[in-house]
Nanobody
Framework: QVQLVESGGGLVQAGGSLRLSCTAS????????????VGWFRQAPGKEREFVAA???????????EFADSVQGRFILSRDNSINTVYLQMNSLKPEDTADYYC????????????????????WGQGTLVTVSS
């Protein structure tokens, strides 16, 4: 069973940056972590969890990523398959980015990208809180 652990959350002023990490550990049932698509989601107080960004590795140095419109151009995804970690670099943060941020992994990029409340993904992390002050 794969486990995901997020880290890197904290308090930052508007306009600042944070880098979140999502690190996988545990057994992967014969599949490497690099074969999983990884997504980031967030949930603000009183709101539903929403998609933020997703990344898959297409082999070699080729990656494919998609972002929610609200973070496009400000957030960047990267992954280091050697340490089973995916990073979410968050720049130009706004108070409305305040939320609990969760990473999730699934063998299907499409499933991650089209996720909505009530649908399942293979594994979720427990989240890390990001607070952006104005």
């Amino acid at each position: 069973q794969v486990q995901l652990v997020e880290s890197g959350g904290g308090l930052v002023q508007a306009g600042g940056s944070l880098r979140l990490s999502c690190t996988a550990s545990g057994r992967t049932s014969g599949r490497t972590f690099s074969s999983y698509a990884v997504g980031w989601f967030r949930q603000a107080p009183g709101k539903e969890r929403e998609f933020v960004a997703a990344l898959r590795w297409d082999g070699g140095n080729t990656y494919y990523a998609e972002f929610a419109d609200s973070v496009q151009g400000r957030f960047i995804l990267s992954r280091d398959n050697s340490i089973n970690t995916v990073y979410l670099q968050m720049n130009s943060l706004k108070p409305e980015d305040t939320a609990d941020y969760y990473c999730a992994a699934d063998r299907s990029f499409t499933v991650i990208r089209t996720w909505s409340t009530g649908r399942s993904l293979e594994v979720w992390g427990q989240g890390t809180l990001v607070t952006v002050s104005s």
